[in-house]
């Protein structure tokens, strides 16, 4: 995985996929400044490209923001036409620069954007889950008490026959009390060590036959339940790895470029620092 490609693939992503949300069906004009007119398309472009604190506003506030930068922009183009700022060298050299970029975006958006397929994204996701490791999780109940000789009462209680979800409504000072303790499940990182340790060494059915001691007082756990944690399904994730393989597929169309086109940094600090940046990291 390269670091600043990756971000970059991403950014990509999300950037033109909305730039051209209205690439197909109507594109109604929606002001009109003058004899110039506002179209749909140009007030999408217009949000996409809001500073990134406007864009965490609701989406008419967006809206609204992205309508009045584009009626400022009409309000004073004629004015900047007239005075032949178009035939500024630096206007033109920046302009150049813009149409060189939005080609590149056409060409990711043709070659990366729409060329994924369901199969791709499938296959990927299968390739994911397949790496990740198998973690167990466990069900949980448990009740917390102050002091040592309270846990070891409760214990006896349990070994008397006294039913643990009671006992946690009764004794527990913990706030899942009225839940008679229920923590759910968890896999191991969820809990403080030594209640993750206790836990994880009971089998299903048993509880603890010695108090646990936590920064929170002492607790006597019982397992209900022990299983494999369930991936995700391709749907709760189909986002996040349908980026995947856009950004492998657009890496792969950059280094295909590089074997037939030499890329030369002229400055000795830049050329390290960039192909530092393009160094592979350890992934799966």
């Known amino acids: 995985m390269l670091r600043y490609k990756t971000l970059a693939a991403a950014a990509l992503v999300a950037m033109i996929a909305a730039g051209v949300a209205r690439a197909e069906g109507t594109d109604p004009v929606i002001a009109k400044v003058g004899d110039q007119e506002i179209r749909q398309s140009e007030l999408d472009l217009a949000v996409t490209s809001l500073d990134p604190q406007l864009q965490r506003m609701p989406d008419e506030q967006k809206r609204a923001a992205a309508l009045s930068a584009v009626i400022d922009v009409k309000l004073l183009l004629k004015d900047a036409e007239k005075e032949g700022l178009q035939n500024d060298e630096t206007f033109k050299q920046r302009i150049a620069f813009l149409t060189e970029r939005e080609l590149h975006n ?3 958006k043709k070659h990366v954007i729409d060329a994924v397929t369901p199969e791709e994204v499938k296959a990927r996701y299968d390739k994911e889950i397949a790496a990740i490791p ?8 448990h009740i917390l008490v102050k002091t040592e000789d309270e846990a070891k009462a409760v ?5 008397a026959g006294k039913n643990f979800a009671e006992l946690a409504k009764a004794k527990s000072t913990d706030p899942n009390k009225d839940e008679g303790g229920d923590l759910g499940y ?7 060590p030594e209640f993750e340790t206790a836990a994880f060494a009971l089998e299903k059915g048993a509880y603890t036959k010695t108090p646990v001691k936590t920064q929170f007082g002492f607790h006597v756990i019982l397992v209900e339940d022990k299983r494999p944690q369930a991936p995700p399904t391709l749907e709760q994730v189909e986002p996040q790895v349908r980026q995947l393989v856009m950004r492998d597929r657009y890496l792969e169309l950059l280094n295909s470029a590089k074997e037939s086109t030499a890329v030369e940094i002229s400055d000795p ?5 960039y192909d530092e940046a393009g160094k592979p990291q350890k992934s799966k």
């Open 106 to 108: 056409a060409y990711f």
């Open 134 to 141: 198998p973690q167990e999780e466990v069900k949980a109940r």
């Open 155 to 159: 214990i006896k209680e349990l070994d």
């Open 186 to 192: 968890f896999t191991k990182g969820r809990m403080v």
């Open 269 to 273: 600090a830049l050329k390290k620092a």
